[in-house]
Structure formats: structure tokens, C-alpha cells
């Protein structure tokens, strides 16, 4: 199911949020934010503990008020229009949360019916999510008897049942074992292919940047960098360091490779360069070397982290994006 | 979707989710079925033994029935309080509470399905009991009250633990912690208990149309309760409220901002304050007047029926011929008069001074009774001032004439500063149930009270001196001049 828009006032992004600023007395919890997030684009927030990204996602999920800016969830303000945006979004949370009293059925039935969904449409997205998490079989368990993995993943059933058009994951694989957080992987990137807007929390750096089109480190409050991770890597470690192994010694090759690049290190059969235009210069240097007869093994980016970003810009003295 | 019907999807689940846990449901269960044969087997032997003693005893065996039969129904309602307590921070503390408050549900569903589902049970239970006590009355002792008293109560079980959940709702959506949640519960249990104890002395004393006044006053607290808990729930003091820790400094900062600052910039904590007496006489003062002038309102007419009320005493409980002879009034009346306790000493001090405590104690009495207090203690004065002029109305007196020489000439001054003191104190006890505009309960009540404290400093206590002053010193020269024997 999916909900019709009631304003489609919004020109860029599904989520836009211009200044949002939270105060708790005198601690400022979120210090500015501005984002813009694209139907279909599944944004990363990341950021140290306390940076403010639980924060900034309950002020656009319309459950707190912003101190001072605003934001907008598919053209409605979260603050004026609160229940409607709350309609549109589905929030994994931190925690699970569930009821632990309950069956998972059960459960998944109480928040249809807040969700305001029929009863038949409730009994068909649940089990067909249910069954995708594979948890059809333990629907008539109490959610206290589960193991860590299946709350999370039931949680995440909960933030998924009506088919929200934007979707705020807080964490959404951890406690999970390596199949079901591949399940969780998989789940997101079908959301994405359905143009559905996922904002993702998490700490697991190798799952954003498999998962999120673009990344945004908060800190202290503030986005401190926003930018695909090819981007933000460029603009932090500088540009992407190309590696060259040749079935033989480099012996007067250097001074061809040079002409078109200048080489930053060199072993007996490699050398290494960096350029911001990989596409244009490595089919040259692959051209040079192949007409010269040096047979080439590999021609290879050297990986480079989101880690290593990250931690450079966290323990940066302050900047911004 | 209709807003009650979404409010009973969480009853429900609520109700629900009470009745699996075993900790909520066994002493429910005993208090409903075991308690009231207990009752039922403790009154028969009450009666047995009191009607061993003589028929003058009978009453109490009487009486006794009717007491047990609200005690047995009070009982099982008292885990509402339980459940109501760790309604919304026992969800805070489980992480349960994120997920419902994302949903779109409004503030004030989710408050009344809250509240609903901790009321739900106890008292069915409570209820339950009560027929089992009746139907053990009926066939152990062949009693069976007044139609009229069961109605009683079943209302009067209603309304106390309506006023349990709904205060103890506020409570837990306004606490960081269970723990804390059931340390202020207190504030529930100790009023609830002096109920308890009134409501028997009353069954005892066997007047049982005062248990109508006393349903009423529950009536009234419940509406307060619930306004009160709908107004100040928001599900943005639920999540960011991390702490219950007490910080002085910004209390003390804030209470001075508010003081110190105009009334329209009272909220605009970046706006320097500075205690400008001219400023504060020129524009605070009128400004804060006229602000409230709908309690100034209602304190008026609260006076006049006051003094209705006391006029219509008169007629009741009219004073012999010869009583009061103001003719003859000497001119040494107001030297010397003889001290009776509870009235203050005839000099300027002993006036300003008892004057300034009752409107001092007003302002304290709102904040725990929602501003009632705080108009009742203005009221009996009044009455009895109703109650004199009719009386002299009565006696051939003129009622104005009366009102005239013993009250108007510092009344005039010394009225209006006990009208508007009151009206301050009463906004006090109003701001619990509906915090000023942008601020929290806490930010509201050190408003009211800044609020509140200059208007006594700055007016009421020059006014209540030079009212002194007058009471003492022109006063009985008035009553004197009219009334002197010469």
C-alpha cells in the first residue's frame, strides 16, 4: 500500500530540513542541519555516540520539535502536519522496543491497526514480511521468548508493515547474525529499487557505504561532511591511488608511466599513482604499457576505507561540509 | 479514524498485557473474590459482638455494612495506581514507548488509551467485589443496602480511581524512572487515604447525601486531573526528559530572567532583564493586571457569591434582638480590645502582618489545590462580612451604612489588593493544569510564581500597609462618627 501524498508541494527532496536546531536547556543537541534527501536515495547518518543522529532523526520522523529551522517530509512540515508525517514514515529504532507479553503476530497487528490499516491488508503484509524475515514460524511465539536477532528483525517488520514511503533505521542490523543481516542488506535494497527513502543510522561503516547512495557525518550537532563515500574519500584522503603489477621488472618503464602520471611509489615489478581522472588515465597508462610489450597483471584502485574517513573527520577540531 | 476508537486499540492492548502478567493479576483476583467474603465474615462477627453489648450498639452493626461495602470496592482499585504509575515511563525504561509514539497517533489518544487501559481492570475488579461482598450480605445477614447508597458507590469507586489514574498518568509521563514515578505517588496516596477515611467517618455518621458533595468533588478533581494530563502530555518531554535531577542554578536563573524581564519578553531568555522599579510600576504591573483579568473575574464573583452565600446565612441562623447595639457604640470601643486567639492584635503591625500571611498562605495553598484554596480562604472573610450586614439589614440596621464605615474606608484599598493577590495565586494553581503558552510545567509554574511574587512585592504589600494604616487609625474614627454614642 502505498499513500497517496496529500501536498506535493516539495521540488528536490523527500526530506528537507533547512537549520534544524534542538536545544535541551543549554545542550545543543542538533546544531543547524540542512539535508536534502532524494526519493529512492538511501542516506547514511553517521556519527560518534551523542553527535546527534537519534535527534535529527526523531525531529524528521515528527516526534520531537525543533528548536528553531525546519523540515519537511514528502512537502509536509513535521511540525504543523506531525500526524500525516508520522503516517508516511516507519522508524526502526534504536532498541526494539517490543512487547514482550505479546506474540510477534499479535504485536505486528497492534501497530497495523494505529497504522490504521484493514484487517485483511494487515494479515497480508504481515505474514508476507514475516515470511521474508523468516519469522513466519515463530509468529505465535511472545516476543520475550525471541533472541535478539528476531526482535530486531521484527522490529524492523514493524517499521516496514504499512509500507512507509520514507524509512529511518536506527541500527538496523545489529545483534543480527551474518544471514539475517544480509537478509536486513537485501531488504533495503529492494526498498531503494521501490523508491522508497531510507535515512540509516548506523556504526557498521562497511554497511553504509555498500548500502547508502550518500553519506552525512554528524558531529557535535552538525553535518561535518556530505557526500557519496567515493566523494568524501576523495575530498579527505585525496584523490584514488592506482596500483600497477607487471609480469616483469619495471626497467625503463618508469619514464613512460611519468609522461602521463607522476608516480608516487614504486617496488621492483609495481608502482603506485593517484589521479581524480582514473577513467581517463589509466586506459593511456594501460595503452602505453601494452603497446611497449610490458604484460600487465593487475590495475587496481588501492582500497581505501570510509573507516579511515570517518575518523579523520571525527577527530577533526571542527569543520563543515 | 475515530479518535476514541484508536485510544481503545492501546486500551485494549493494554488491558491485554495487565491481565498475562500474573504480578498485576493474583492480587486483583484475591482482592476481588477473597477479600470481600472476608469482609462479609468480618462484619458478622463485628455485629455479633457489638449487639452482645445492648441495642444501643445496634447502630454501629448497622453502620458497619455500609462502610465495609465501599471499603471492599476501594480495595481492588488501589492497583490502578500500580498499573497507571509505569504506564507511559515503564515503556520509557523498556524502550517500548519510541515505536507507539511514532505512529500517528494524536497526544491525546494515546493519553486517554493509556489511562482507559490502567482503569480497565481494577475497577471491573473493583466492581466484582462489590456484588460478591452483596450477595455475601444478602445471605449470611439478609442486608442489602439502599438503592441509592450501591449507586454511591459504584460512582464513588469511579471517581477515585479515575483520580488515581489520572493523576497518577501525569505523574508517570512527567517522571524519568518507575522508582521516581512511585516515590511521587505519594502525592496521590496520602490524599486518597484522608478520603478514604473522611468518606468512612461519613458512613459511619450515616449522612449519606454528602457522599453526593463528595462524588461531585471527585467529578470535578477527575475533569481537573484529565484536562490537566491532556494539556501538559507531550511525547516531547516523554523522550527528552533523560534526568530528574534538580538543577538550582538554572532553576534560580530562570525564576530571576522571568521577574526581572517585561511581561511580553518574559519568555525571550536572550533578553537581558534588569529591575526597573519605574519600568515595573509604569508598564509591568498594568500589563501583568490586565493580562489577568479573567481570574481578577472570577474572584470577583466568587467574592459575591461569598457574601450571598453569607447574607443567606443570616436568614438561617438569625442573631437574637439586642445582640448588636451599634448605637451605642462607645468611643473607647477599639481601644483596648480584648485579644482573642485567632484574630490579630488592633494595631497597624498586627494587621499588616495577619493580612500579609493569608495572602501569603493563598499563594502557597493554590499550588496544591489548583488555585482553590487560595479563593476559599478569601471567601469566608467575605461571608462573614454577608452575614453582618444582613444580620444589621435585619436588626433595622442599614446594611450599606454597615458596609460603609467598618469596611469601606480601608477596604477600598485593602479589597482589591486581596482580590488581585488571588487572582495571581489562583493563575498558580491554573498553570499546573494548563502551563502559559511554550513552556513546560515546570518553566510555567516559575512563570506564574515570578508573575505572582511581583505583583505581591511591588503592589500588594504597599497596599496592604497604607490598608493597615487606615483600618487602625481612620477606620474607627468612620464607625465612630456614624455609630459613637457621642
Known amino acids: ?321 | 479514524m475515530p479518535a476514541l476508537s484508536t485510544a481503545l486499540i492501546i486500551t485494549r492492548r493494554e488491558v491485554r498485557d495487565s491481565l498475562r502478567d500474573w504480578r498485576i493479576v493474583a492480587p486483583i483476583a484475591i482482592l476481588t473474590l477473597v477479600f470481600p467474603f472476608l469482609m462479609d465474615f468480618t462484619a458478622n462477627l463485628a455485629r455479633e459482638f457489638v449487639l452482645r453489648y445492648g441495642g444501643a450498639n445496634a447502630i454501629i452493626a448497622e453502620r458497619l455494612n455500609p462502610f465495609l461495602f465501599m471499603i471492599v470496592g476501594f480495595f481492588p482499585i488501589t492497583f490502578s495506581l500500580v498499573i497507571a504509575l509505569e504506564t507511559f515511563v515503564g515503556e520509557k525504561e523498556r524502550n517500548s514507548l519510541e515505536p507507539l509514539l511514532a505512529t500517528p497517533i494524536s497526544d491525546t489518544q494515546l493519553y486517554l488509551g493509556k489511562m482507559l487501559g490502567a482503569l480497565a481492570l481494577p475497577l471491573a475488579g473493583s466492581w466484582v467485589s462489590i456484588c460478591i461482598y452483596l450477595a455475601g450480605a444478602y445471605f449470611s445477614q439478609n442486608w442489602l443496602p439502599d438503592p441509592l447508597l450501591m449507586v454511591q458507590v459504584v460512582l464513588l469507586t469511579a471517581g477515585q480511581a479515575l483520580v488515581m489514574v489520572s493523576g497518577a498518568v501525569v505523574v508517570s509521563s512527567q517522571t524519568t524512572s518507575v522508582r521516581a514515578a512511585n516515590l511521587l505517588a505519594s502525592f496521590i496516596i496520602i490524599p486518597m487515604a484522608l478520603l478514604v477515611q473522611a468518606e468512612s467517618l461519613v458512613l459511619f455518621w450515616g449522612q449519606y447525601e454528602v457522599i453526593w458533595w463528595v462524588i461531585a468533588g471527585l467529578g470535578v478533581a477527575d475533569l481537573i486531573l484529565i484536562r490537566m494530563g491532556v494539556r501538559i502530555f507531550n511525547r516531547e518531554e516523554i523522550l527528552s526528559r533523560e534526568l530528574d535531577q534538580i538543577n538550582l542554578r538554572r532553576i534560580a536563573r530562570s525564576f530571576a530572567g522571568y521577574f526581572a524581564r517585561p511581561p511580553e519578553q518574559a519568555l525571550k531568555r536572550d533578553s537581558a532583564g534588569r529591575l526597573d522599579l519605574v519600568r515595573m510600576y509604569r508598564h509591568d504591573i498594568p500589563t501583568l493586571i490586565a493580562a489577568h483579568w479573567l481570574p481578577i473575574l472570577v474572584v470577583c464573583l466568587t467574592l459575591a457569591a461569598a457574601v450571598g452565600a453569607g447574607a443567606i446565612y443570616a436568614a438561617d441562623y438569625p442573631l437574637p434582638a439586642g445582640t448588636l447595639q451599634l448605637e451605642s457604640l462607645p468611643r473607647d470601643a477599639f481601644e483596648d480590645l480584648p485579644q482573642v486567639g485567632f484574630l490579630p492584635r488592633f494595631t497597624v503591625s498586627g494587621v499588616f502582618f495577619n493580612n500579609l500571611r493569608s495572602l501569603a498562605l493563598a499563594g502557597i495553598l493554590a499550588l496544591f489545590s489548583f488555585g482553590v484554596l487560595a479563593v476559599v480562604l478569601l471567601m469566608a472573610p467575605l461571608a462573614i462580612v454577608g452575614f453582618f450586614a444582613a444580620q444589621l439589614g435585619a436588626l433595622g440596621y442599614s446594611p450599606l451604612v454597615f458596609v460603609g464605615t467598618f469596611i469601606l474606608p480601608h477596604g477600598i484599598v485593602e479589597l482589591p489588593a486581596a482580590i488581585i493577590a488571588t487572582a495571581f495565586a489562583l493563575r498558580i494553581g491554573a498553570a499546573l493544569v494548563s502551563p502559559p503558552a511554550g513552556l513546560d510545567v515546570g518553566q510555567g509554574l516559575l512563570l506564574v510564581v515570578a508573575d505572582f511574587l511581583k505583583i505581591f512585592l511591588l503592589l500588594v504589600i504597599p497596599l496592604l500597609l497604607i490598608a493597615a494604616l487606615i483600618e487602625v487609625h481612620i477606620t474607627p474614627q468612620v464607625v465612630l462618627a456614624v455609630y459613637g454614642a457621642g
Open chain 1, 1 to 321: 500500500m502505498r499513500h497517496s501524498r496529500p501536498f506535493t508541494g516539495f521540488s528536490t527532496g523527500v526530506i528537507e530540513a533547512i537549520g534544524l536546531t534542538k536545544h535541551y536547556n543549554d545542550f545543543v543537541a542538533v546544531d543547524g542541519v540542512d539535508l536534502t534527501v532524494r526519493e529512492g536515495e538511501v542516506l547514511s547518518l553517521l556519527g560518534p555516540n551523542g553527535a546527534g543522529k537519534t535527534t535529527t532523526v526523531r525531529m524528521l520522523a515528527s516526534i520531537l520539535k525543533p528548536t528553531a529551522g525546519r523540515a519537511s517530509v514528502a512537502g509536509l512540515d513535521t511540525v504543523r502536519h506531525a500526524r500525516e508525517v508520522r503516517r508516511l514514515i516507519g522508524l526502526l529504532t534504536e532498541f526494539p522496543g517490543l512487547y514482550l507479553r505479546m506474540r510477534g503476530w499479535e504485536y505486528l497487528d497492534f501497530f497495523g491497526q494505529l497504522q490504521g490499516l484493514a484487517p485483511a491488508l494487515r494479515a497480508e503484509r504481515s505474514e508476507q514480511l514475516l515470511r521474508r524475515f523468516e519469522l513466519w514460524e515463530a509468529r505465535q511465539q511472545r516476543t520475550g521468548e525471541y533472541s535478539k536477532g528476531m526482535r530486531q528483525k521484527l522490529a524492523l517488520v514493524r517499521a516496514m508493515l504499512h509500507d512507509p514511503q520514507v524509512l529511518f533505521l536506527d541500527e538496523p542490523t545489529s545483534a543480527m547474525d551474518p544471514h539475517s543481516a544480509r537478509l536486513v542488506r537485501e531488504a533495503i535494497a529492494d526498498l531503494r529499487r521501490d523508491r522508497r527513502t531510507v535515512v540509516l543510522c548506523t556504526h557498521n561503516l562497511l554497511e553504509a557505504e555498500a548500502l547508502a547512495d550518500r553519506i552525512a557525518i554528524i558531529r557535535r550537532g552538525r553535518i561535518v561532511a556530505l557526500g557519496t563515500a567515493a566523494e568524501l574519500k576523495q575530498r579527505l584522503l585525496g584523490d584514488p591511488v592506482i596500483e600497477l603489477r607487471l609480469g616483469r621488472t619495471l626497467d625503463g618503464l618508469l619514464p613512460e608511466v611519468e609522461s602521463i602520471v607522476p608516480v608516487r611509489e614504486q617496488g621492483p615489478d609495481w608502482l603506485r599513482y593517484s589521479t581524480s581522472q582514473p577513467e581517463v588515465v589509466n586506459p593511456r597508462v594501460v595503452e602505453r604499457l601494452a603497446r611497449l610489450g610490458a604484460p600487465i597483471i593487475t590495475l587496481s584502485e588501492v582500497p581505501r576505507s570510509l573507516e579511515e574517513v570517518y575518523l579523520r573527520i571525527v577527530s577533526e577540531p571542527d569543520a563543515r561540509p
